[in-house]
């Protein structure tokens, strides 16, 4: 079982407060680092998939970078509004499980206006 | 529209029947996943398959078990050997399981083991 650790466990921010999660994998074998926002009723969808140690990627207000030596990845939110309210779910592939997706338990975001 | 459909939403059986959840998936992708979500628990994968005919266990496989005869379906059997059946189970597909692709998920199936 790959350990995939996300920090806050929840979130609790105001209307454009910026905030930031934390995703922690083992760093050996890295194959790729997913992103998935899972809004309340609905499934979950991907926010960013990064493979390469340092890549930034960037999605409107959302952004998100990824360090492979050290095993983290960090999503930015700016100004949150309250349409970003939903849990955040990153995902680690590696050869170790035979690259099938291996996620966090989330970290669950609530923007209030 | 493309995309991946389980069924039913709700399901409920009564404890040591076997029950099978559906998924089907005409996004033309290789790469199917179960994964099963507990309260507070993060998604735990149950079983995977890269391709047809083809498939491996997750981390929780105990009392599951899975077909994939055809490209576009991957259907989940919970035995009445799964000790704690009642849980969501989300399915979801990717083009492959390696490429930096993501992974597409149906709206899950809730089961209720009564």
């Given amino acids: ?113 | 529209d493309g995309g991946i459909t389980q069924s039913p939403k709700y399901l409920f059986r009564k404890e040591g029947q076997n029950v099978t959840l559906s998924c089907e998936q005409n996004l033309n992708h290789d790469a199917m996943y179960w994964y099963r979500q507990d309260p507070g628990q993060g998604l735990r994968l149950i079983y995977y398959s890269q391709i047809v005919n083809d498939f491996q266990k997750g981390d929780i496989a105990e009392g599951y078990s899975v077909s994939r005869e055809k490209k576009e379906s991957f259907p989940l059997t919970v035995t009445s050997a799964q000790k704690n059946p009642t849980a969501f189970y989300l399915c979801a597909s990717s083009i492959g399981l390696t490429g930096g692709t993501e992974a597409f998920f149906g709206q899950g199936t809730r089961l209720t083991v009564v």
């Avoid at chain 1, 899972?38 to 998939?49: D, M, R």
């Avoid at chain 1, 030596?69 to 960090?74: F, I, R």
């Avoid at chain 1, 680690?92 to 966090?104: D, E, P, T």
């Fill in chain 1, 1 to 113: 079982i790959l350990n995939v650790e996300q920090s806050p466990q929840s979130l609790h921010v105001q209307e454009g407060d910026s905030t930031n999660f934390t995703c922690s994998f083992p760093s050996s074998n890295f194959y790729a680092l997913h992103w998935y926002r899972w809004e309340t009723a609905k499934s979950p969808e991907a926010l960013f998939v990064m493979t390469l140690n340092g890549d930034e990627k960037k999605k409107g207000r959302i952004s998100a970078t990824l360090n492979t030596k050290e095993g983290y990845s960090y999503l930015y939110i700016k100004g949150s509004q309250p349409e970003d309210s939903a849990t955040y779910l990153c995902a680690l592939k590696n050869s170790n499980s035979g690259y099938a997706l291996n996620f966090g338990k989330g970290t669950s975001l609530l923007v209030t206006p």
